[in-house]
């Protein structure tokens, strides 16, 4: 079983950056595929990057260029820096984890509050 913690949410204004964290236990952090996603008020979750074997990565269209994910697999955690946010940029920020083999994320975060205000 794969538990997943986030943490590095808040309230920020337009321009400003944030990293969140995502500490995985209970699996090798490098046999897995880590994604955040993310979900606003009256919407629904979507994908927001991912990372996985060999460090690729993979970015929403509306991302790209401003958010990086990484990941340290000595601390079994994954990063998700956020930068030159904008207000649409706030959700509630999932992180999840599956096996590399399937398709669907198994695995999910609590999630973590971003808002930003303009």
């Known amino acids: 079983q794969v538990q997943l913690v986030e943490s590095g949410g808040g309230l920020v204004q337009a321009g400003d950056s944030l990293r969140l964290s995502c500490a995985a236990s209970?699996?090798?952090?490098?046999?897995?595929?880590m994604g955040w996603f993310r979900q606003a008020p009256g919407k629904e979750r979507e994908f927001v990057a991912r990372i996985w074997t060999g460090g690729r990565t993979l970015y929403a269209n509306s991302v790209k260029g401003r958010f990086t994910i990484s990941g340290d697999n000595a601390k079994n955690t994954v990063y998700l820096q956020m930068n030159d946010l904008k207000p649409e940029d706030t959700a509630i920020y999932y992180c999840?984890?599956?096996?590399?083999?399937?398709?669907?994320?198994?695995?999910w975060g609590q999630g973590t509050q971003v808002t930003v205000s303009s």
């Open positions: 209970g699996r090798t952090f490098s046999s897995l595929v």
């Open positions: 999840a984890a599956r096996y590399v083999a399937n398709s669907e994320y198994s695995h």
